[in-house]
């Protein structure tokens, strides 16, 4: 169905929904939506909240004709568990399985759930994915010179285009819907992650060989001159170059926006950008003055400005409803000797707040996050609290969509605070880092853990200790007082909720 006849249909409440067994009266208008999910883009990375060491003026553009809010939370402070919950409406710590994945890992979204994508494709929505995946592939034992399923195709989006992993993982291969894109079938891909596989040289072996250096880990199989996690051989054809990396996969991204135009679409836009190794396009390269990092940032904000470019240029603005935010919290040494530390210069990545990646302080989840709709959302800033759990809950209820009982069992329905109707959300929401943790008004608890309290690697605090913790939120962003003695009531009330949300199967009301 072409565009304007869905809208004209749609206005007419003849729009039916396909599902299992429900059909009701369509919404006046169903808006198209773009996700633009960056990786590892700190609360302080981009000038809108308050980076003064670097400029980010596609994205302040945006920001300044949208809603920006200062209290909305990534699912995890990583990205693979990020990811799940924000497509799936499910905490990840629900469910075994869904921490940090290896790039040879199956998929853990099992095919049939309702996810996000699925709910928006049985509304009649073109449904892609492109950029980083991070979430498995296949079904085990996955031969990467074969039809490469169940993936994205499986779970609710009509087209993908991926990096498996990260771009730190191998292997280093696009793979567009079912197949690995360029892939001579003379020169087979092999992967493994217990045992070198080929004859290609490692970081560890061969550091002569490199044209950029691990600081810890990332020493194994060499590709385009940096070592990786893993091992691969052969696929020499299909390898992805690592500065066109933000070209390729933005030009993808246009190019579904382009091919939906008629009709009411959802892109999940998920860059590479600013994970490590960071190595952008010598368009963007000693631009920031800050490094490899601050590059990564320039060329992120040069991704988001072509998405909206593209919106503007084909009148879809109007019609489409933007949301940019950040899987998780900021690292700056991440495995690569990229300067990140050494050329900071006063950038703060996390802002006023304490932690990040990993970290179950509020760096690790609190990040950018900011929603565009012209003539529907009025620009101005939001404290309301929030997270990416909530989009499936909350689509279903912008597009006229149902959910299950059993879907989406954490997700709420944020809509009328997504919209900027309203200054209230959620009354509370968990974090995950690990150790757990419970947002409950101006109020912050952090369960007691034994773990580690900084990663030694990164250099981040982690926020694990044996006592518990809360922190008063309104009066101490930056969580430097732990208050928890002084205030016993509020520790033990906020206990037993967070013991309720984790021994029951589902928060959402």
């Not at 808006?31 to 302040?60: N, Q």
């Not at 091992?231 to 091919?259: C, L, N, P």
């Not at 490590?276 to 010598?282: K, Q, S």
């Not at 998405?307 to 409803?321: E, G, M, S, V």
Request: proline share 7%; glycine share 10%.
């Amino acid at each position: 169905m072409k565009r304007r006849e869905f809208l004209r249909c749609s206005a007419a409440g003849l729009v039916p929904l396909a599902g299992a067994g429900f059909s009701i009266a369509a919404p006046s208008r169903r808006p198209s939506i773009v996700i633009i999910y960056a990786d590892d883009l700190g609360y302080g990375d981009i000038s809108c909240y308050g980076a003064d060491r670097l400029r980010t003026p596609k994205i302040d553009r945006f920001a300044s004709r949208g809603l920006r809010f200062v209290n909305a939370h990534a699912p995890s402070a990583t990205c693979t568990p990020s990811r799940y919950a924000m497509l799936t409406g499910e905490y990840a710590w629900r469910k075994k399985g869904t921490g940090v994945l290896p790039g040879d890992a199956r998929l853990i979204i099992q095919p049939g759930r309702t996810t996000l994508p699925s709910m928006l494709q049985k509304a009649g929505y073109a449904t892609g994915v492109v950029g980083k995946w991070h979430l498995g592939l296949g079904a085990g034992d996955l031969d990467w010179n074969q039809d490469i399923k169940p993936g994205p195709l499986d779970i609710g989006f009509d087209y993908c285009f991926l990096l498996p992993a990260t771009g730190d993982r191998v292997p280093c291969v696009y793979v567009e819907n079912r197949r690995v894109v360029g892939l001579d079938p003379k020169d087979p891909i092999q992967v493994s992650y217990e045992k070198q596989v080929g004859s290609d040289p490692t970081g560890r072996e061969h550091p002569e060989l490199l044209k950029m250096h691990p600081s810890h880990g990332h020493d194994q199989t060499i590709v385009n001159g940096i070592s990786r996690i893993g091992y691969m051989s052969g696929g020499k054809a299909a390898r992805w170059v690592d500065e066109e990396i933000a070209d390729v996969i933005t030009r993808k991204a246009t190019a579904f926006i382009e091919q939906n135009r008629e009709r009411p679409f959802f892109l999940y836009f998920a860059t590479h950008d600013i994970h490590v190794p960071r190595v952008p396009h010598p368009r963007f390269a000693g631009k920031s003055g800050l490094g490899p990092r601050g590059d990564a940032i320039l060329e992120f904000d040069w991704s988001a400005g072509e998405i909206l470019k593209t919106l503007d240029r084909l009148n879809l603005a109007q019609d489409t409803l933007v949301i940019l935010t950040s899987d998780n919290g900021p690292v700056v040494d991440d495995g690569y000797k990229d300067q990140a530390v050494e050329l900071l210069a006063g950038h703060k990545p996390a802002g006023p707040l304490r932690g990040g990646k990993y970290s179950a302080f509020d760096a690790g989840t609190r990040v950018p996050f900011i929603v565009r709709w012209p003539g529907h959302v009025k620009a101005g800033t939001s404290d309301a609290l929030l997270g990416q759990v909530d989009f499936v809950s909350s689509f279903a209820a912008l597009t006229g969509g149902q959910l299950g009982g059993d879907d989406a069992p954490d997700s709420f329905n944020v809509l009328p605070a997504l919209l900027g109707k309203s200054k209230t959300a959620r009354s509370h929401i968990v974090e995950h880092a690990g150790t757990l943790s419970l947002i409950q008004g101006q109020w912050k608890y952090i369960e007691p853990s034994n773990g580690q309290k900084v990663n030694k690697n990164t250099n981040t605090e982690l926020g694990n200790d044996p006592a518990p913790q809360l922190y008063d939120l309104a009066a101490d962003i930056g969580e430097k007082n732990n208050v928890a003695a002084s205030h016993p009531e509020k520790v033990s009330e906020l206990s037993d909720l967070l013991k309720r949300i984790r021994t029951q199967a589902r928060s959402r009301p």
